[in-house]
């Protein structure tokens, strides 16, 4: 076992090594926050349904996304500036997701190039677009993920504007300009596209044959739009509640657009999973998997590439554990029979 036995451990490790401003970047939300604690809060929302008298000597935490074998139901989500939390953090996240059969999903905004980053990983990568308001801008990225030999596509739809991040602005603190961006390069424009709408995006499928995502998807309307419009994947997240303030939490969401996509897309989610049991109940109520934001830069925190495999491997313990308590013994038999709405505590 390594260092880390507990997940409260490596956050604690990584707010006694982060400087102030960096950790509330990385743990604050927007304005108020309420967005931010409902995330949190709507996990004691629902409760687990536990079976007895099931054979779960051996389980299986398998499932797949795209076609790919995740090792377990958990991918590590595009983070902006993740270098702030580690000088290797992007290229660490591609080691450990090949080597832990998850999958890394690259931002736009990494201090690595996607090509550096593609390099590094030995599995699939996913990349996720901020779009320009300058169409060759996209044509060109495009063309540079399709030739990196990235998995899909992935468009970040939440952001038209960059949301009011209190914690950030009481402290005069902006990362967006820290850190280089190799794959902005030379293109001026802020980099929130306010008017991208639907047509865009049909646009946007007419570049690629890869398979697009769509992130940032929170009412069963808009998902059903994006399968119209040749969408494979859609993400439930409220950008962890730092773009919106006073959404609703995404697992609490989640339920109705996987029932209005009926099948015709796969379904993934993030916002506010740190724990195995969060995991579980996210994929009850019908995602395909998890992906983890807050947790993956508070592990490169506490111990860079070692910190980030080690909360993958904690998570996999407190799945398998939580999954044999659950009386399930494999992660794809987890359906709406498994959960149920409850009184907070």
């Known amino acids: 076992m390594g260092d880390f036995l507990t997940i409260p451990e490596i956050i604690e490790a990584a707010q006694a090594k982060l400087p102030e401003p960096v950790w509330d970047y990385?743990?604050?939300?927007?304005?108020?926050?309420?967005?931010?604690?409902?995330?949190?809060?709507?996990?004691?929302?629902?409760?687990?349904?536990?079976?007895?008298?099931?054979?779960?000597?051996?389980?299986?935490?398998?499932?797949?996304?795209?076609?790919?074998?995740l090792s377990m139901?958990?991918?590590?989500?595009?983070?902006?500036?993740?270098?702030?939390?580690?000088?290797?953090?992007?290229?660490?996240a591609a080691r450990v997701a090949s080597r832990m059969g998850s999958i890394s999903w690259v931002s736009?905004?990494?201090?690595?190039?996607?090509?550096?980053?593609?390099?590094?990983?030995?599995g699939p990568l996913i990349f996720q677009l901020y779009v320009r308001n300058n169409r060759d801008w996209v044509r060109d990225i495009v063309r540079r993920v399709e030739q990196s030999g990235y998995s899909a596509l992935c468009l970040t739809v939440d952001v038209p504007v960059y949301g009011r991040r209190e914690r950030d602005l009481h402290k005069?603190?902006?990362?967006?300009?820290?850190?280089?961006?190799?794959?902005?390069?030379?293109?001026?424009?802020?980099?929130?596209?306010?008017?991208?709408?639907?047509?865009?995006?049909?646009?946007?499928?007419?570049?690629?044959?890869?398979?697009?995502?769509?992130?940032?998807?929170?009412?069963?309307?808009?998902?059903?739009?994006?399968?119209?419009?040749?969408?494979?994947?859609?993400?439930?997240?409220?950008?962890?509640?730092?773009?919106?303030?006073?959404?609703?939490?995404?697992?609490?969401?989640?339920?109705e657009i996987v029932q209005s996509v009926a099948g015709r897309s796969e379904v993934v989610v993030d916002g506010g999973f740190v724990r195995g049991t969060?995991?579980?109940?996210?994929?009850?109520?019908?995602?395909?998997?998890?992906?983890?934001?807050?947790?993956?830069?508070?592990?490169?925190?506490?111990?860079?590439?070692?910190?980030?495999?080690?909360?993958?491997?904690?998570l996999q313990w407190e799945i398998s554990t939580a999954l044999a308590l659950l009386g399930v013994p494999k992660i794809t038999d987890l359906g709406p029979d498994c959960i149920a709405p409850a009184a907070p505590i």
């Open 172 to 255: 005069r603190y902006d990362p967006r300009w820290v850190l280089p961006r190799p794959n902005v390069g030379e293109v001026t424009d802020e980099g929130y596209p306010s008017q991208w709408d639907w047509e865009e995006l049909a646009w946007l499928r007419s570049l690629t044959k890869l398979p697009l995502i769509l992130k940032g998807v929170m009412i069963p309307e808009d998902a059903v739009r994006a399968v119209e419009h040749g969408v494979e994947v859609v993400c439930v997240s409220n950008h962890g509640g730092r773009q919106l303030d006073h959404a609703p939490a995404t697992i609490d969401v989640l339920g």
């Open 26 to 69: 990385a743990s604050g939300g927007a304005e108020t926050e309420a967005t931010l604690r409902r995330n949190s809060s709507a996990m004691e929302r629902w409760v687990l349904r536990p079976k007895v008298l099931v054979n779960v000597r051996h389980r299986d935490l398998s499932t797949t996304f795209l076609g790919h074998r």
């Open 73 to 92: 139901p958990v991918m590590l989500a595009p983070i902006g500036s993740i270098e702030l939390f580690h000088p290797d953090a992007a290229l660490a």
């Open 108 to 122: 736009t905004m990494t201090a690595a190039s996607l090509e550096d980053v593609a390099a590094a990983a030995t």
């Open 278 to 314: 969060d995991i579980l109940k996210g994929l009850a109520l019908g995602a395909r998997a998890v992906l983890i934001g807050k947790l993956q830069c508070w592990a490169l925190a506490a111990d860079g590439e070692t910190g980030l495999q080690r909360a993958l491997e904690l």
